[in-house]
Nanobody, 117 residues
Framework: QVQLVESGGGLVQAGGSLRLSCAAS????????MAWHRQAPGKQRELVAA???????NYADSVKGRFTISRDNAKNTVYLQMNRLKPEDTAVYYC???????????WGQGTQVTVSS
């Protein structure tokens, strides 16, 4: 089993910044990719950013140049630095991993990010 605990969400004005954290514990050996997804009301969950153990990253087009994903392998923690936030970034943000020994994804409980205009 894997446990993911997110933190760092909140309410911020447009143009502001937030930093999300996701700490992984449990059977986390050999986890390569860690990712952030988000789900806005009435919309499907979408991938925001992902990072491999080696540091390779990819981002949704909508957040490129504004969000930065990073990772501390020693702490088994992934971060999402969100700058120049927009109202359309409002969503519940989820951390996700899929260990190589599992066919299932593991998700955190989600953290709410609300950007006011």
């Amino acid at each position: 089993q894997v446990q993911l605990v997110e933190s760092g969400g909140g309410l911020v004005q447009a143009g502001g910044s937030l930093r999300l954290s996701c700490a992984a514990s449990g059977s986390i050996f050999s986890i390569n990719t860690m990712a952030w997804h988000r789900q806005a009301p009435g919309k499907q969950r979408e991938l925001v950013a992902a990072i491999t153990r080696g540091g390779s990253t990819n981002y949704a087009d909508s957040v490129k140049g504004r969000f930065t994903i990073s990772r501390d392998n020693a702490k088994n923690t992934v971060y999402l630095q969100m700058n120049r936030l927009k109202p359309e970034d409002t969503a519940v943000y989820y951390c996700q991993v899929r260990p190589p020994w599992s066919t299932a994804d593991y998700w955190g409980q989600g953290t709410q990010v609300t950007v006011s205009s």
